[in-house]
């Protein structure tokens, strides 16, 4: 298993937002995670990453027991978050952020001297050409519409070579059309890097996801392949629930 | 006993007089996010308003009514001319209120030719007790500072007033999508705190005499402690005042001055690290 | 993090439209025009040409002043690479400079060391280990530590300093330390004067150039990242709070070579070297010339110390409101210091991308 | 300009650095008021050597970094022949080194100060510790009481002062109960306060300066420290100072200094020069004693004796001249250098604050010694 | 008659960059209207521009009979235009009750905030939790309560099923159809087939102008509209 999250609880005050939940992923697995609103997926995908602290339970990654790593040393050991907000780094252009995403794992010595620089020029174009971003490669990010920053988030997590990587809620406001593309984007990466993906759209996590978890009010309620999952009968009960 | 007394009474006094005067930075701060380095001159203002009232003859308690009018109406005015334009930037608005400040103190240093005056106070003297002898105007100020407090915090929690600066603070372009007239809140906030650091000035000019540093004096101790007490809120700053008055005038009892002086602000800075929120994290009121 | 960075982000929206909307525009305007033309260079070198004449034309007096302008044009230089390129925002960017002006003042009072070989490596590292210990402090930890929080932690620190420093005997408390022997190299003596002003120059320009150097490198890139938001990068990997610490540190260092620099220059230190006063006067000088740019940092410090030399002599009883109200304007009115006169946002924050130029035909 | 046309050559440069803006822009305000009103006089008498005078005043702003840069404009673009100024110890220590070693001129410094300054080229004209304490002290323990306390602002001027204080106070058969020192700005003095009280001392000899001596007063008054019959006591207290405090806080506070307002009723050149400066600057900065004014005046007077002597304006030969200089004339009466000292010695008078004024109560026999260096 | 929102020939945009170029629309008194395009097509910075976040560069916005381009956002939101933004669209801060009571600002009516807890009962659950840790659905879903609170007489809804879970967007339409028969509601939203459900009447978006509009069906049919739709 790549990445084995167990027993993972995390308590806000009074209210419980996860409470035992758990998550495997094998390598090259892209794996879907849904579930209602507050049923606690970007809880859980904060906790893997190491933006929230759980109150109990155990990550580990790679074999390595990282629940006490900081983000930055989950970074450096492979992982990669795509936050549900978007974030990327506003009045650097869109060139500047692919690549401080990408020379994120550089030494010192390699950032002062820039040693990487040039040889990083043409992955930086790729990217930006393959989420068609590359013709706005010199603006600010903070001119783009909430779509492309998506996009470009997207870019941004992947830049990195992670071996995981975690998607919430990548095609928040994309169009049909584009999220087909945005799934025909993600599929290469499977060669090389497995997959955590919160989504809503139950088309789009069939159409690319290997197996599925669903959470419900904290707790895993079913994981499967997705045939199984449209299977079960619990969780066709809350799609017929109200939130 | 008695003395123990007395000791308490006045270190409460000077915690009182510090609460005083960071209500009005602590409002700014906590509401409008802005560290408003201008603010000790407009406890410098309050005060000289007082001192030219008694000067002119008029009364004095009338020129601590009218202080926090004025220097309300004169934030009002500076809010809708200059710190408008710093909301978006919190380092620059406390370069552009220094800047301000400076203008502010040099004028009235101008004013009053870098002299220190005194201002007698509309009651004067002290209450004896026994043996013991309390100030009677500390002991008003004490008074003072309860109502302020307590009518600043209704006004807050129990009208929209507070709910709508909260929201247009947060978030104004939402707010104003939200109905908010967030220009007008924006002006009055300022001229809110502004008006009670006036207050402030007019209250403390008999205690400390007028001079032009008198503000600037307080400014520091003020931002420290609205940290310690934590940004956000109107209880934090006055909970944060409360605790670094009290302490800068308590622990000269028992250590050298000197030292006691420094340890007030090394305390608050180690504190602030290992409690970013400070004392009462800042939520609601 | 969401919660803090929504709010920042709100800020941000904020500040696109109404009045502000205009003032964009006619930026994205001069942008637009500049497009491919770099204007930094050009000032850089007017600015070094004028510094090279300087002496040449100037009486001995102003010779010694623009010395005394260029020590603080390099004490703004640390300023600004601490905030203008990592956001870190130094309020107490004094307490380096002047406990390196004490460190030296001593050395020289004390035990009678005054070369330069020895003094100037001392106040660099006597800045560097203060910063070190004050930004360790402040900036690592597990909690990341806020602007706001920085900003007045520095402040605070400064403001104890000074404090220390006033009531402390060894270091002459309020008086300060008077006539320390001048600098000197062998046997001679580095006394005010055009020699001193060269000298003074050439470290500007060495340290000038490593600065230059380091912000636009990929490190000066991380550093942009870290400005922009650090909880994000260090989602990356990055070790946000390393880099902070460590640009800290330089700056630090830079500060104490510029402090110590300023001790023998003036020949006597005193408390309100390492107070709030200095340490506001250069966030002032680096706002005023322009953050996040090298040369506003000079511009900045050589203008506000030439208006106020100018001021004082003609306005005698008024100056400093006359100086006020300068700075005020210009805070109002160009957010961005001086130097966006000239400079668009974009070049401005730059750019970091290897063979920038034929990607560029872009729109 | 058309009297000095046939003048033997260019004017004489007087340079005055001293603090016209700041926290005691009063007193610097007032000593360059006076520096205008004595260059005006000795002009109006036919200059020096024939050569008229030029005033040069710059700021020092109570700023010890723009100072420097100023009194740097003063020696190295005005080339002035003599500077005169700074108020504070720590702007004398600032400014001496680019006036007298690197710049090579004449310094004058002429406040009340805490003694030892003992640098060639640089003379004092304000009173030291032994002028203002050697009469005052056992005056204080006549009409005080021998239990003294010492509360002090922390800086060399009051350290080095108590030391001298301490020394004359036990001497004399006093006792000293406490001295403490307090940050410069501290304004809250209950601990203090507290201390004098329950310790029954007698006599407060205080050190503590502005902002923080209002509310110490204050709050010695409020809790009944001159009711019981406490004597408060301080040697910079002068006109200017009385307005910090009501006239009731500071009923019976006791100053020493070289010159109060009162004199112009029995001094007639006091009267004079009294009247001439409210004439010539009626404004509110008042010519005081503790705000470096008659020191001002005196050090002009002396100097121009000096190079009246000397006949000729180098460096070297005024402060031959100026070793010895007398003035028979001077506020508070005459004054002369003590050859080889380059301190004052002049003549002292110990007064008392009656509602709001100073009554002399004291004065010295003929000039006291500076005793420095 | 003139219709309820009338734009005529609208120029704008970002600092220099244009957006919109001569967007026409009208908007009836009643019923939804969905503005269709795909990502940076312009559809956020219209609705910016009808609420008044950004100035109109050119043309006219009128709203009920009256000129509207000039006024400030709060005083058109006063007038009866409710907002619910794409993001950034609830305080942080503050917490779910607070930022209903912001919505409730302007109406006197107390019970309206029950009515629309009725709606969302999760955010019942999260009252006194600040806005910003709600979950991404909770958070529109209290963006739409609050909008509604205001007794809009014309909602602007921009993308307001982002992130929310199935059973919640059938609600959430549920609600939009009823609220259209008596208010008039503009809505962006991706989900084309929720969005031509509460809408009559579609406008698509193209780069910034209109590229084809028309009754909702007769759009849903338009063999063009997916060219439209796709990047
Ligand atoms: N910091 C916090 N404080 C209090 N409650 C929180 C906090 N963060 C999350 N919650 C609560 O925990 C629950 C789970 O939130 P989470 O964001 O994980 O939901 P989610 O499954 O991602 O939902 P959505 O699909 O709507 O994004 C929610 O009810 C939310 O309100
Ligand atoms: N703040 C801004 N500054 C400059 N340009 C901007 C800004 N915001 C958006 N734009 C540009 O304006 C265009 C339209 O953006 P808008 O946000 O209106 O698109 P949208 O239709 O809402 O897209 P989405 O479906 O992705 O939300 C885009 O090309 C975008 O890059
Ligand atoms: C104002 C006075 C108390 C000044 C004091 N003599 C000093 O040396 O600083
Ligand atoms: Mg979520
Ligand atoms: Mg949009």
């Not at chain 1, 995670?33 to 893997?48: A, E, H, R, V, Y």
């Not at chain 2, 005056?117 to 003297?125: F, K, R, S």
């Not at chain 4, 112009?264 to 009294?274: G, H, L, R, V, W």
Request: charged share 20%; aromatic share 10%; hydrophobic share 50%.
């Amino acid at each position: 298993m790549l990445l084995e999250a167990a027993g993972i609880k995390k308590v806000f005050g009074k209210l419980t937002a996860l409470d035992g939940a758990a998550l495997n992923v094998g390598e090259n697995e892209f794996h879907g995670l849904i579930g209602p609103n507050g049923s606690g997926k970007s809880t859980l995908m904060k906790c893997i990453a190491g933006a929230e602290v759980p109150t109990q339970g155990k990550v580990s990654f790679v074999n390595t027991d990282i629940t006490a790593f900081t983000p930055t040393e989950r970074a450096r050991a492979g992982m990669s978050l795509k936050f549900q907000i978007t974030s990327v780094l506003p009045s650097l252009t869109l060139y500047d952020n692919i690549l401080l995403a990408l020379q994120a794992q550089s030494s010192l010595f390699d950032l002062v001297f820039s040693r990487t620089r040039g040889a990083l020029h043409d992955q930086v174009m790729t990217m930006l050409t393959q989420f068609r971003l590359a013709d706005r490669a010199f603006d600010a990010a903070a001119a783009l519409s909430h779509g492309q920053q998506q996009w470009l988030e997207i870019a941004m997590a992947l830049a990195g070579k992670p071996k995981l990587l975690l998607l919430d809620e990548p095609t928040g406001g994309m169009s049909l059309e584009e999220r087909r593309v945005t799934g025909e984007l993600l599929q290469p990466i499977k060669r090389h890097c497995s997959l955590v993906i919160v989504e809503h759209d139950l088309d789009f996590i069939r159409d690319i996801c290997d197996r599925l978890t669903v959470l419900d009010q904290g707790k895993v309620l079913a994981s499967g392949t997705v045939s199984e999952i449209q299977a079960n009968t619990s969780v066709q009960e809350i799609y017929l629930r109200r939130a | 006993m008695a003395n123990a007394f007395v000791a308490a009474f006045e270190i409460l006094s000077f915690g009182a007089i510090i609460v005083l005067i960071v209500l009005g930075l602590g409002i700014i701060a906590s509401m409008m996010g802005i560290f408003n380095f201008a603010q000790g001159e407009f406890v410098l203002l309050g005060a000289y308003i007082t001192y030219l009232t008694y000067a002119k003859g008029l009364p004095i308690w009338a020129g601590m009514v009218a202080a926090p009018f004025v220097v309300g109406a004169l934030g009002f005015v500076l809010e809708a001319l200059i710190i408008r334009r710093f909301y978006a930037a919190p380092i620059v608005a406390m370069l552009g209120t220094y800047a301000l400040g400076l203008i502010i103190r040099e004028a009235v240093r101008g004013l009053i030719g870098g002299f220190y005056l005194t201002v007698p106070e509309p009651i004067g003297g002290s209450i004896d007790i026994g043996a013991m002898h309390i100030s009677a105007w500390r002991f008003t100020i004490i008074i003072i500072t309860l109502l302020v407090m307590g009518l600043c915090y209704l006004l807050l929690s129990r009208t929209s007033f507070g709910l709508r600066v909260r929201a247009t603070l947060e978030n104004p372009s939402l707010a104003r999508a939200s109905g908010i007239s967030t220009p007008l809140i924006y002006g009055a906030t300022f001229a809110f705190g502004a008006a009670l650091a006036g207050l402030a000035g007019a209250l403390i000019v008999p205690v400390f005499s007028l001079f032009a540093d008198l503000g600037l004096r307080f400014l520091i101790q003020g931002f420290v402690a609205v940290m310690v007490g934590g940004v956000g809120s109107f209880i934090g700053p006055v909970a944060g005042a409360g605790v670094i008055g009290t302490l800068s005038a308590a622990l000269p009892w028992v250590m050298a001055p000197v030292v006691a002086d420094v340890l007030v602000f090394v305390l608050a800075i180690v504190f602030i690290k290992f409690r970013p929120q400070g004392l009462i994290a800042g939520k609601g009121v | 993090m969401s919660v803090v960075r929504e709010a920042i982000v709100a800020d941000v929206d904020d500040e696109m439209d109404g009045a502000m909307a205009e003032g964009a525009a006619a930026e994205r305007a001069n942008d637009r025009a500049k497009a491919g033309r770099k204007i930094l260079p050009i000032i850089e070198g007017l600015v070094l040409l004028a510094a090279l004449l300087a002496p040449l034309v100037l009486q001995d007096y102003l010779t010694v002043f623009a010395t005394r302008v260029i020590i603080l044009a390099l004490f703004a230089l640390s300023f600004d690479l601490v905030w203008g390129y990592a956001g870190i925002m130094s309020f107490g960017q004094a307490l380096f400079f002047g406990s390196a002006g004490y460190g030296v003042a001593l050395l020289a009072r004390d035990l009678d060391i005054t070369n330069i070989f020895l003094v100037l490596p001392a106040g660099t590292l006597i800045g560097l280990t203060f910063a070190l210990l004050l930004g360790g402090f402040l900036l690592l930890g597990r909690h990341p530590s806020s602007v706001i929080f920085v900003s007045l932690g520095t402040l605070t620190g400064s403001y104890a300093a000074d404090r220390l420093a006033r009531g402390w005997y060894y270091l002459g408390g309020q008086n300060g330390i008077p006539s320390i022997a001048p600098m000197s190299l062998g046997s001679y003596d580095f006394t005010e004067g055009p020699a001193f002003y060269y000298l003074v120059l050439g470290i500007l320009v060495v340290v000038y150039l490593l600065c230059r150097f380091l912000v636009r490198s990929q490190f000066g890139l991380a550093l942009a990242g870290l400005r922009e938001n650090e909880q994000r990068i260090a989602f990356f990997g990055y070790k946000a709070q390393h880099l902070k610490a460590i640009i800290f540190t330089i700056g630090g260092a830079v500060a104490g070579l510029a402090g110590s620099l300023y001790a023998f220059h003036e020949g006597f230190v005193w408390p309100n070297m390492v107070g709030v006063v200095v340490s506001t006067q250069v966030v002032l000088y680096v706002l005023f010339g322009g953050s996040g740019t090298l040369i506003g940092a000079v511009i900045g410090a050589v203008i506000v110390e030439g208006v106020s030399f100018w001021l004082s002599d003609n306005y005698r009883e008024i100056w400093p409101i006359i100086l006020g109200l300068l700075l005020l304007l210009v805070i109002l009115f160009r957010p961005l210091g001086l130097i966006s006169f000239v400079l668009g946002e974009r070049e401005r924050v730059g750019s970091f991308g290897a063979k920038q130029k034929e990607t560029r035909n872009a729109p | 300009p058309a009297p000095w046309a046939n003048a033997a050559e260019a004017p004489i440069k007087v340079g005055i650095a001293t603090d016209l803006t700041g926290p005691i822009a009063y007193a610097g305000n007032a000593d360059a008021n006076v520096a205008k009103m004595v260059i005006k006089e000795i002009n109006a008498a036919g200059g020096l050597l024939g050569r008229p005078l030029e005033l040069y005043i710059e700021d020092t702003a109570s700023n010890e970094s723009v100072a420097v840069g100023n009194v740097r404009k003063l020696i190295q673009r005005d080339k002035v022949d003599m500077v005169l100024g700074g108020i504070t110890s720590s702007m004398r220590n600032a400014i001496k080194d680019p006036i007298v070693a690197r710049g090579k001129t004449l310094y004058i410094y002429p406040q009340l100060y805490e003694g030892k300054e003992c640098t060639p080229y640089l003379f004092c004209t304000g009173p030291t510790p032994a002028q203002q304490c050697d009469e005052f002290i056992p005056w204080l323990i006549k009409n005080g009481g021998k239990k003294f306390a010492l509360p002090s602002a922390n800086y060399v001027w009051p350290h080095t002062l108590n030391v001298y204080a301490r020394k004359v106070i036990e001497s004399n058969g006093g006792e000293v109960v406490f001295e403490e020192y307090y940050p410069l700005d501290q304004v809250d003095f209950s601990a203090t306060v507290n201390r004098i009280i329950s310790n029954k001392v007698d006599v407060v000899f205080n050190t503590v300066i502005p902002p923080g001596v209002g509310p110490f007063f204050k709050q010695l008054y409020e809790a009944g420290f001159l009711k019981n019959g406490g004597r408060l006591a301080c040697v910079y207290y002068d006109e200017n100072t009385l307005n910090i405090n009501q006239a009731a806080e500071i009923e019976g506070l006791a100053s020493c200094l070289d010159y109060f307002k009162v004199l112009t009723k029995e001094n007639p050149f006091d009267a004079k020069i009294q009247a001439a400066y409210e004439r010539d600057f009626p404004g509110n900065f008042l010519f005081a004693a503790g705000s470096a004014a008659t020191g001002t005046y005196r050090g002009l007077k002396l100097w121009e004796a000096a190079v009246k002597e000397a006949g000729k304006i180098d460096r070297e030969s005024v402060a031959a001249a100026l070793d010895h200089a007398k003035i028979a004339e001077g506020p508070g009466g005459p004054a002369e250098m003590v050859p080889g000292k380059r301190h004052c010695k002049m003549k002292m008078y110990t007064a008392v604050a009656k509602s709001g004024n100073y009554e002399i109560v004291g004065r010295s026999n003929g000039l006291v010694d500076p005793k420095e260096c | 008659m003139p219709e309820f929102l009338d734009i005529k020939h609208l120029d704008a945009g970002y600092g220099r960059s244009q957006v919109l170029f001569d967007v026409s629309l009208g908007i009836p008194w009643r019923g939804g209207v969905a503005v269709l395009g795909r990502n940076g097509a312009g559809k956020t910075t219209l609705m910016k521009t009808i609420v008044g976040e950004l100035p109109a560069w050119k043309g006219e916005v009128a709203f009920d009979g009256r000129d509207i381009s000039r006024r400030a956002t709060q005083e058109r939101v006063r007038a009866g235009i409710g907002y619910v933004p794409q993001e950034h669209s609830v305080f942080a801060r503050m917490s779910v009750r607070d930022n209903l009571a912001v919505g409730s600002l302007a109406s006197k009516d107390t019970s309206a905030i029950d009515r629309v807890l009725a709606i969302f009962p999760k955010l019942g659950q999260r009252l006194d939790q600040p806005a910003g840790t709600l979950s991404g659905g909770e958070r529109k879903m209290l963006a739409i309560g609050r909008a509604m609170l205001g007794d809009p007489k014309l909602l602007l809804l921009d993308e307001p099923t982002e992130g929310v879970w199935i059973g919640v967007i059938e609600e959430i339409t549920e609600r939009l159809i009823e609220l259209a028969k008596s208010i008039a509601v503009i809505i962006v939203e991706q989900h084309l087939d929720l969005a031509l459900r509460v809408a009559d009447y579609a406008y698509v978006l193209d780069r910034g102008r209109v590229a084809l509009q028309g009754e909702a069906g007769e759009v849903r049919g338009n063999p063009e509209l997916m060219r439209y739709l796709a990047p």
